[in-house]
């Protein structure tokens, strides 16, 4: 393995298989409790709340953190 990517424990896992693990674990509902973001709350969809969250790094990083807590 690359020494630069040995310590990323998401390395190779893609936004959008972690928005699924994470949808598939909790609600949407619930989802937008434990992350309080619009796109999770009002009329969430998988590729809405993609494209909001590769543009925003500070909600993607959330997201991030959540699915290493939860699902790794």
């Excluded at 949407?28 to 309080?36: A, D, M, Q, S």
């Excluded at 796109?39 to 997201?63: D, G, M, Q």
Aim: net charge positive; hydrophobic share 30%.
């Amino acid at each position: 393995m690359n020494q630069e990517h040995s310590n990323n424990p998401l390395h190779g896992i893609k936004l959008k298989d972690m928005l699924h693990s994470l949808v598939e674990k909790y609600s949407w509902e619930e989802l937008g409790t434990k992350i309080n973001i619009n796109c999770f709350t009002s009329n969430p969809s998988i590729k809405s709340c993609l494209t909001f969250l590769r543009k925003t790094p500070w909600a993607r990083t959330k997201v991030e953190n959540l699915y290493i807590k939860e699902c790794l």
